[in-house]
T-cell receptor, first 115, second 112 residues
């Protein structure tokens, strides 16, 4: 399975600032996703990162707040903009799942705390 | 909209006992179902994937069953060990896209 590296692994940020999270995969992948896991809750899909085009956002998530880049088939970034304490979460990158027998795999996540 | 429910929310067992974790989903038109393990503060580790055409999958001490028509999956962990302590998440992928709908998870504690 693909090896997924996320940076940073954790950060503490001031409210009103922005943070960019990087996701690097050791092989080319078609499908790449960004999820959020708020404290004590399960995962919610933020968006699908599309290579060469704009990301596809889920209901409740907008590009101005969570801009995503996907410059190639091995790399993506998620920016959390104008952060507030409500953005304190684990943000996870995921790849795979293109075929029925292909699982999705996740990075270790970025634990973000906003003061 | 696909709703995924996991019962119980938490489970504590003595070492050696078998674990039974339940997952139910509302829309039976699924592409596949995946079970994950999450350790505190960490990402997700994929344990098993069951395709919609399959009834079960096995990996070592883990066995997952799928009854698509009734919207249920069960994860069995045999002879539990303290190292099995974690949160177990069930995720369903619907046909037509790649999105996973997650349950809230079952937090397992195996007592030595």
């Amino acid at each position: 399975s693909a090896v997924i590296s996320q940076k940073p692994s954790r950060d503490i940020c001031q409210r009103g600032t922005s943070l960019t999270i990087q996701c690097q995969v050791d092989s080319q992948v078609t499908m790449m996703f960004w999820y959020r896991q708020q404290p004590g809750q399960s995962l919610t899909l933020i968006a699908t990162a599309n290579q060469g085009s704009e990301a596809t956002y889920e209901s409740g998530f907008v590009i101005d707040k969570f801009p995503i880049s996907r410059p190639n088939l091995t790399f993506s970034t998620l920016t959390v903009s104008n952060m507030s304490p409500e953005d304190s979460s684990i943000y996870l990158c995921s790849v795979g799942g293109g075929q029925p027998n292909q699982p999705q795999h996740f990075g270790d996540g970025t634990r973000l705390s906003i003061l | 909209k696909q709703e995924v429910t996991q019962i119980p929310a938490a489970l504590s067992v003595p070492e050696g006992e078998n674990l039974v974790l339940n997952c139910s989903f509302t829309d039976s038109a699924i592409y596949n179902l995946q079970w994950f393990r999450q350790d505190p503060g960490k990402g997700l580790t994929s344990l098993l994937l069951i395709q919609s055409s399959q009834r079960e999958q096995t990996s070592g001490r883990l066995n997952a069953s799928l009854d698509k028509s009734s919207g249920r999956s069960t994860l069995y962990i045999a002879a539990s060990q303290p190292g099995d302590s974690a949160t177990y998440l069930c995720a369903v992928r619907r046909g037509g896209d790649y999105k996973l709908s997650f349950g809230a998870g079952t937090t397992v504690t195996v007592r030595a």
